[in-house]
DNA sequence: AGGATATCTGAACAAATGTTCAAAACAAAC
DNA sequence: GTTTGTTTTGAACATTTGTTCAGATATCCT
C-alpha cells in the first residue's frame, strides 16, 4: 500500500477513500482486467476455425502485451485472494478458456484441428501465449508482429491436421 | 520462516542453525533445483533431433511434476532474490534452456525442424510444458503419461517442418 | 464569500515477519 | 558420570505492512 501511495504521490491514508482494504483493490483489480478481456475479445462462431484462432492468438498477444501489469498481477497475486475472491476470478479466467476451448472444438468437427483433448491442447496454448509476457521485450530483437507471427505458426501447426496444408 | 519451522515441528530460531537467512535458504533452493535439472537431463547430440526433442519433452514434464514445491518457489519466489543472486539463478537457467535450442537448431539444419527463430521456438516449449504443473493434478481426468503423449505430439507437429511426416 | 462536502496528511496502532541470543536440553566421548 | 560440543527453546528486538482517524486542506455549490 505504501507502495502504492509512493507510486500516486499521495500518503497512505489517502488510498482508503478508494477502497476498503487491499484484498478489494486487489479483487477490483483483477476483476475489471478479467472483464476488460472477455468483452474486448469477439469470435465469430459462424467463421472458419482457423481464422478464429488466428484471431485469438493475435488478440491474446496483443491484449496481454497492452497491460504488462494487470497480467502480472493477475499471475503473481492469485494465491493472496480470500477463497470466495478466487473463486470469482477463476470463474472469469474459465470463461475466457471456454472461449478457446470452443473454437478448438469446432476445428476438430470440421477437421481443421487434430487434438487428442481439446481441454489440453486449449491449456497449452493458453501457456505457450502468456508466457511472451515474461520476455518480451520492445526494445528487443523483434517486433511484437513478428513474435505474433511466429507464434501463429507454431499454434496452428500444433493443432492442426497433420497434412500440411493450413500454415 | 515461521511456517517452514512449524512444518519442521521446531521453534524458528533452530532454522538459523542451517540457514544463515532467509535469502540464503531461498537461493540454495533454487540453485539446487535448477543444479539438479541440468544434471539430470542426459541429451545424446548425435541423436536425431526430433528424438532427442521428444526426450526432452518427456524429461522437462516427469522431472517437474516430480518437484511441484521447487518448481513452485523457482517461479513464484523470483522476484525475491538478492540482483547478485538472481544473475545466478538465471544463468543457470539460461543454461538449461540452451539444451533445448540446440536440439532445436540441430533439427532445423537436419531439415526435421521449421522454425523461424529457435530461440522463440523454444521458450514457446519451455512456457507450454512447465504450464502442466499449474493445472494436473494425479487424480484428474487424465494419467500424466497421457497428458505427456499429447504434449508430445503438439510439440512435434508445432516446429516440425509441415510435410505430416513425423507424428 | 461562506458553508458543505470530499480528500489528504501525519501520526499512530496492531499484527506479521526476519533475526538474535542466553539459557536449557540433548548427544557423544572418555 | 562428568566433560565437551551441538542443537533447541523461549523470549525478545527491529522492520515492515495493513489499517485507522482527528485535524488540516482543498473543492464545489449557491
Given at each position: 500500500m505504501r507502495e502504492i501511495a509512493r507510486e500516486v504521490g499521495?500518503?497512505?491514508?489517502?488510498?482508503y477513500n478508494y477502497t476498503p482494504d487491499k484484498q478489494s483493490l486487489l479483487f477490483d483489480l483483477m476483476k475489471s482486467h478479467l472483464d476488460a478481456l472477455l468483452a474486448a475479445f469477439q469470435d465469430d462462431?459462424?467463421?472458419d476455425p482457423v481464422a478464429r484462432l488466428k484471431h485469438f492468438v493475435q488478440f491474446h498477444i496483443h491484449f496481454h502485451h497492452d497491460r504488462p501489469d494487470a497480467v502480472f498481477i493477475a499471475y503473481m497475486?492469485?494465491?493472496?485472494?480470500?477463497p470466495a475472491n478466487f473463486v470469482q476470478i477463476e470463474t472469469l479466467r474459465r470463461a475466457y478458456e471456454d472461449r478457446l476451448e470452443a473454437i478448438l472444438r469446432a476445428g476438430v468437427i470440421t477437421g481443421d484441428f487434430a487434438v487428442a483433448d481439446t481441454k489440453i491442447a486449449m491449456r497449452a496454448v493458453i501457456a505457450m501465449l502468456t508466457g511472451i509476457n515474461t520476455w518480451f521485450r520492445?526494445?528487443?530483437?523483434?517486433?511484437l508482429d513478428d513474435v505474433t507471427a511466429q507464434y501463429w505458426q507454431m499454434v496452428c501447426k500444433a493443432v492442426s491436421a497433420s497434412d500440411g496444408s493450413s500454415p
Open positions: 499521495v500518503q497512505v491514508g489517502a488510498l462462431a459462424d467463421a497475486e492469485l494465491r493472496n485472494l480470500t520492445a526494445d528487443g530483437r523483434l517486433s
